[in-house]
């Protein structure tokens, strides 16, 4: 009796789930849907109404797809592939091993079979690999009033219609792009060569680069982009929404990287133990070896160490003052590279700006670094030796030095990173404090030679 | 007759750069307009048509718009922020000083100054900073047909028409968002209301975070959001172009916070020579008094220093190692936060899991630490002294703890940025180096103490 009731509870309870996400944003439903378990969700999944299934599946936030779509029956599944956007089919048969891709491309409708198959060729970060076959386009010979019928027409199976990509319908060479807004307000009889202003589209090609698809939106205010043949033929659009999500996702790789580390597109509980290990190992590992040239220089002055040992009290502060310097030209470098206020050409603009910058910096830092030492020699906090003004004057000499070397390596680091081929967001900080700590090992003893020499040392 | 081809050619090329400006993208025209000197592209503007001056003055990265109202002629300067987008004026006169808002608010139209007096009051990084009041708004008992001629009317004065506001026309309540996409393929008879799912809109208040109106862009794929009063009355939309604008500023901000100094949002060369120490100065000044107890603590080992000068010799490997593992987990966190992977109440599951990886990193780091010192022993390439074990074992196990104190501290720092109301992000990459580094000597030399006492301590 008592189990009865329960599995009565848990259909109601069923019944409750469907019923709610039928009535909620499909992100909320989504949101709802991550916190349960796979079975659960193809439970809910093969009750749910197909066009309902579509719109939340069509979601790149849900966890799970490519697993549901797996579980499906595959009927059930290759009805709601159909219906998907193309882009999101191909994500999500990127995911798929070999077997899998066979068994559900079989059944597909020869239009998704087709762009699948051109859409699965893209490497990542393309924008390629970002773009949709689904977009509008019109012959050149239309009328505003042509060109809005069929609009109405393909609406349903379109990403966007907010953009509509004018053709030549001889050589399929894309001829201009009209913006939805323009195209409603104009005369249902007017060519549709007539909207908007005559400028050469806006366009990039399937090799294009996320970052600079991403730049192209924000410069134009776009809210697709065509992506276009070296012949200059329309192939596919990559609209404003994944724009949105590449940006986010880079975001989160560019702060990864520059806290030193391997980038991770999962959410942090997510990440497996091991596989967390991994992608945080191998920078810890290099930057340990990098460092081990730390140890090395200070073995070739262990005579002034055991002659001065007050030198080495100062050695983590002085050290640290170059990485923070460094740290700081090196975010300032990346985002002007990222954001081509720069060129690799300007670096010798920035290196004459960044010695200045650091020889006031360090005088600054120095100032306070022998402020400090006179200050608790004279308060009697604690004995510098009989040399202690000539210990400041090391340590603040030492700091205008590698303050300004730390800004200047720091702010070189991401052109060297950009003329390597590299994302100059590579340059991460810990890697910055590696390179100037040893170098500012070997500065500090030079100059403690120079300063101490005949009476410390 | 020199003199006179001179001014010929100045002419011919002023001529050339109006008509080439006319015929360039505006996000083009911009660039170009941005390299040159004001009182030239006053000239420009002061031949530019109406129509395209109001283009190119409504993106925001023109970037001495506000220097060009004001020296335009005053009657001309009010036409122009009268076409404007509202909320670009808006932006413009926030740049004003009062005698400059009050001459040039004057003469303007009573819409104009209605808005821009609205819209000045809200504090930037909020949805009413970004916002616009050019919108589409019907009233509930319109059909598909009456809505989409009030489109055609009012389309050019409009920020975005791709969303439409459907309104109670009895209590200005926001009853529904309609896309156009949507209407433009329904029934002309049809009731607006009958258009698209019916779900309650995603709205955000004036006070909105401007990160938080991004992540409901990202989340719902928007391309406009409403702006709500707590009645539920629309005041203004926030469009997509905005939004990118927003992100893009942010990872800036981001990216220089974690760096380790303060935000700037002007281009590298842009920044005068005192504001780039200014906003460089504060945070390594602090930093340096943080790192100024490293020497308090040294000084504290002193007597330990002075009869074990070998273990100052891997005093910069281990502190770097453990600034290194903090920042690698405080780039996690920041990034995990920022996309509510993780909510503040999720800071012990968090430090449950630093806690073992720690570990794990910190013995493969030791293992590698051990095996140099050991090499270098065997091969002759260093002496390390008779107890070269015993230092060795003291180095892994330094290395050891300060990696797990590293990784636990940089997880935990912006859970207690966010605790204490501050950005996550403000966790900066040396603010964690030198959070550490105290914590590690002391790690260090007290391992040494247990391991060392009765050899070389």
Known sequence: MNNILVHQDAVNADLNITQRLASMHAADAIELLNELELTDIIDIFNEMPLEHAVLILDQPELHSAPAIIKSLPAAKARDILDEMSIDRVTDIFQEFGPEDRARLAAGLGPETTAALRKLLRYPPHTAGSLMTTEFVSVPSGWTVAQTLQHIREVERSRETIYAIYVIDPATKVLLR??????????????????????????????????????RLFRKHDLLAVPVVTDNNQVIGIVTVDDVIDTMTQEMTEDTLKFGGMEALNKPYMQIGFFQMIHKRAGWLGILLLGEMLTASAMQHFEGELEKAVVLTLFIPLIMSSGGNSGSQATSLLIRALALQDLRLKDWWRVALREIPTGLVLGSFLGLIGVARIAAWQMLGLYD???????????????????????????????????????????ASAPFVATLVDVTGLVIYFSIALVILSGTLL
């Open 384 to 426: 510098y030796g009989q040399h202690w003004q000539l210990v400041a004057a090391t340590v603040g000499a030492a700091l205008v030095g590698i303050v300004t070397f730390g800004s200047l390596v720091g702010s070189m680091l991401p052109f060297a990173m950009q003329r390597l081929g590299f994302d100059p967001a590579s």
């Open 177 to 214: 792009t009209v913006a939805l807004r323009r195209l409603i307000s104009s005369e249902p009889e007017a060519s549709i060569l007539s909207v908007g202003r005559d400028v050469a589209p806006v366009v990039v090609t399937p090799l294009t680069d996320q970052e600079d698809v991403a």
